[in-house]
């Protein structure tokens, strides 16, 4: 900064900006509880169906967070105008008495354009000895004169990079940048700048206390998004690979890996977040990185000139964190692509590791060969980029491959076009690998799992829905309808990979609706009423559910998922079809008791079907305990905690009863959670129970047990709607029967559809 430029300075118009800007965040935060308080809160509230349940309703939600992110904005940026306005003031005022001192002292300060001179102003012929002994002072008030401008150059140019930092990282909508001042921000801005230049250094040069240094500076800036844009920016995409290529050289890294190498997991994990957050930039840098590591996805990065490929390496820096849905799903494009390229069209395997290929993963699940598993790792915490990843074309019928069928009925086979989801849950040949035990790796099919449970259900895998969850979209339901085809068409596509059922059972606990429907046989609209849902609906059919369901119930986890769904799901349908608020073109045409027998039977159905999944593994060759099954269940209180209610098991589908019924006063949920509540305390204690029933004994039990569950139900709804009419005609009594019958029909049904199953019972 030029002196005469301070030293003239006039800080109306930024006073001006900085009041401004006061203003602007007291209207926001206005605006942003107006938003939170009102419009997200009441759509949450609303009945929403059809394309608002699952377009409006999202809508709405991210609008107000827009007004939440446009505050955390404005609040910054107010912050640091007012920091660096008060500093430059602070150095106008150092600098005029600096110059004062100086004129005192004989001394006139010149400024020009660049710089500026302290000459003393006394003429020579004038000058005493001790006016000729003065340079000691005009060094000094050069020197200080220039610490002030050096500073105020500092504090001018740090705010001006942050600004502009801020202004780019989003060009539509805002940022959630949020900062308490100027140096934090600026700070944030260094440290990445000197973290990716340590990053860039050939790994036989980094020291043990270097990578420990990078380690931490990721992990202090962890979400950071000014940081995480810096970082990514000045590693660049192949900077960013040959990091963790190179540490996983034992040929170039071994001084840092010997010394290190057991930290390993954690630079991956924090690498991994740091890019996540990056990649949520949209400014000019960031889509340049974005479209460089997708361009490397198929190049060989290593130092040999061959494997392993960029997309091998960037894929296990994608296990952790939320990246940018757009940037995953053409990401997936081009893996799949190389996939194609690398295993002929999916005529046979690829990525095998041999014992000389280093290890690209240091989670302990997987060597990290395989780029597919990463990948989908990543896919599980992004929910929308793993639902359209999933429904796009691995390949067409018109292209060169192995896949046939019956294209016409006439016998002759003909090539098929096969979706994501097709190839990798049906088709694809996947690589042996080893987890850091010896043991053969499941993470590649167990985070395909997980990412269909993101890919179905529209939040992040290992999560519960809440209320900001979108309903099912109509890509969604798709997945859904395929998975339970699938399934239904080769039950050991699930069963022979049980891990998978957590996943599975997570999936089908969310689309109870659609599963109900399709047990009733019935695909009238009367139905639909029956088990209402908001959102896009899946078209399934009777058999194939009843295999899904016995296959999901074989594991018990997958098993616990469904059954505590089950139970919640019923609980709330008791209080939705009792409410006498409800519209007349929502209600079930058939009179009330008629709909809680119809619901009961299927309750009743869904247990029996997993009742007997159940049996098939305790008394089959995969010899699950019988007790795992009721610690799974018993453990679910712990999972849903505080969030007992309308949304448990079925998420945001579900339609709760209108404003003024019992969900007005809290009925609905306290008739879900007394009778889960019931549920997990009879779980915990059958789970350690030392006697063990016979096969018929235990499904003699699970009849009775499930039918007083609805029974229960049945009670308590009526009593919250003061339904006395129902309660003197026994509707409890009838919902327990009703139970019992669809209970025992899961046996027939099972027997007929899915004979290949053993059903001892």
């Known amino acids: 900064m030029d002196l005469d430029a301070l030293r003239t300075a006039d800080f109306t118009l930024l006073d001006d900006a900085v009041g401004d800007w006061s203003t602007m965040v007291g209207d926001l935060e206005t605006l942003m509880d107006s938003a939170e308080k009102g419009l997200h809160v009441a759509a949450n509230k609303a009945n929403w169906a059809g394309y608002n349940a699952t377009v409006s309703r999202e809508f709405i939600g991210k609008t107000a967070g827009e007004f939440a992110d446009a505050h955390s904005q404005a609040s910054s940026i107010h912050k640091i105008l007012a920091d660096t306005r008060d500093e430059l003031k602070l150095y106008k ?350 993470a590649g099919r167990n985070y395909l799992a997980a990412a269909l449970e993101a890919a179905t259900t529209g939040h992040p895998a290992g999560e519960q829905p809440t209320v900001d969850t979108p309903a099912h979209n109509a890509g969604q339901a798709k997945l859904f309808e395929n998975i339970v085809a699938s399934i239904s068409e080769d039950t050991g596509r699930l069963t022979d990979h049980s891990y998978m059922s957590d996943s599975i059972g997570q999936i089908t606990s969310e689309y109870l609706p659609d599963i109900n429907r399709a047990m009733t046989d019935d695909a009238d609209e009367d139905t639909n009423r029956l088990f209402p849902a908001a959102g896009a609906a899946a078209s399934l059919n009777h058999r194939d559910v009843t295999a899904l369901l016995v296959s999901v119930g074989q594991n018990p986890e997958g098993y616990a998922a469904v059954e505590v769904g089950n139970k919640a799901y019923m609980a709330n349908l008791m209080d939705y079809h009792m409410n006498p608020n409800l519209a007349a073109g929502e209600r079930y045409s058939k009179d009330t008791q008629f709909a809680i027998e119809q619901l009961a039977h299927g309750s009743g159905e869904i247990s029996g079907t997993l009742a007997i999944g159940r049996q098939e593994a305790v008394a089959g060759p995969a010899k699950e305990s019988d007790d795992a099954y009721d610690e799974s269940v018993s453990q679910w209180k712990n999972a849903i905690s505080g969030g007992i209610g309308t949304g448990i098991g079925v998420g945001v589908t579900f339609i709760a009863s209108p404003v003024g019924g019992a969900v007005a006063g809290g009925a609905a949920s306290t008739v879900s959670s007394m009778i889960l509540e019931e549920l997990f305390q009879n779980a915990k204690g059958h789970a350690q129970d030392d006697a063990g029933a016979v096969m018929g004994e235990k499904w003699e039990s699970g009849l009775e047990t499930n039918s007083a569950y609805t029974e229960r139900a049945a009670e308590l709804a009526a009593k919250a709607h003061d339904r006395t009419d129902l309660l003197d005609d026994s509707i409890d009594e009838k919902a327990r029967a009703a139970t019992q019958r669809g209970f025992r029909d899961a046996g027939t049904n099972t027997a007929y559809m899915a004979p290949h199953l053993k059903t001892d019972i």
């Not at 100027?182 to 270097?210: N, V, Y």
């Not at 046979?348 to 240091?362: E, F, I, V």
């Not at 989908?376 to 639902?387: F, G, M, R, V």
């Open 93 to 442: 005022g150092q600098l005029t008495d600096a110059i004062e001192r100086g004129r005192r002292k004989n001394l006139t300060v010149i400024g020009y354009e660049g710089g500026f001179t302290v000459t003393t102003n006394v003429p020579p012929e004038g000058r005493s000895q001790e006016d000729r002994d003065n340079k000691g002072d005009i060094t000094a008030l050069r020197d200080e004169i220039q610490g002030i401008l050096d500073k105020a150059t500092e504090s001018d140019t740090t705010a001006g990079s942050v600004l502009t930092a801020i202004a780019d990282r989003s060009r539509l909508g805002f940022s959630d940048v949020d900062y308490s001042d100027r140096d934090s921000a600026a700070k944030a801005l260094k440290d990445a700048e000197e973290l990716a230049d340590l990053a860039k250094q050939k790994p036989e040069d980094l020291s043990p206390e270097e990578f420990d240094r990078l380690d931490k500076g990721l992990k202090d800036h962890a979400g950071d998004e000014l940081f995480a844009e810096r970082f990514a920016d000045r590693l660049g995409a192949r900077g960013t690979l040959d990091l963790w290529t190179g540490l996983n050289d034992p040929h170039s890294a071994w001084k840092v890996g010997q010394a290190r190498v057991d930290q390993y997991d954690d630079l991956q994990k924090n690498l991994s977040l740091t890019l996540a957050t990056a990649t949520q930039s949209d400014n000019a840098a960031m889509t340049t990185w974005k479209s460089n590591m997708i361009d490397l996805v198929d190049k060989p990065v290593g130092r040999s000139g061959g494997f392993p490929l960029g997309g091998q390496v960037m894929s296990n820096l994608m296990r952790w964190g939320d990246y940018d849905d757009r940037f995953l799903v053409d990401y997936g494009d081009k893996l799949i692509e190389t996939e194609k390229k690398f295993t002929g069209n999916g005529r046979h395997g690829a990525w095998q590791r041999t014992g000389g290929d280093p290890l690209l993963n240091r989670t302990g699940t997987d060597s990290g060969w395989d780029p597919m598993t990463g990948y989908l790792k990543a896919l599980s915490n992004s929910p929308d980029a793993a639902t359209e990843f999933f429904n796009d074309a691995f390949v067409t019928k018109d292209e060169d491959h192995d896949f046939t069928h019956d294209t016409d009925g006439d016998g002759k086979q003909g090539r098929r076009t096969l979706s994501n989801f097709d190839y990798l849950f049906e088709e694809r040949d996947w690589p042996q690998d080893q987890d850091d035990k010896g043991e053969d790796s499941i």
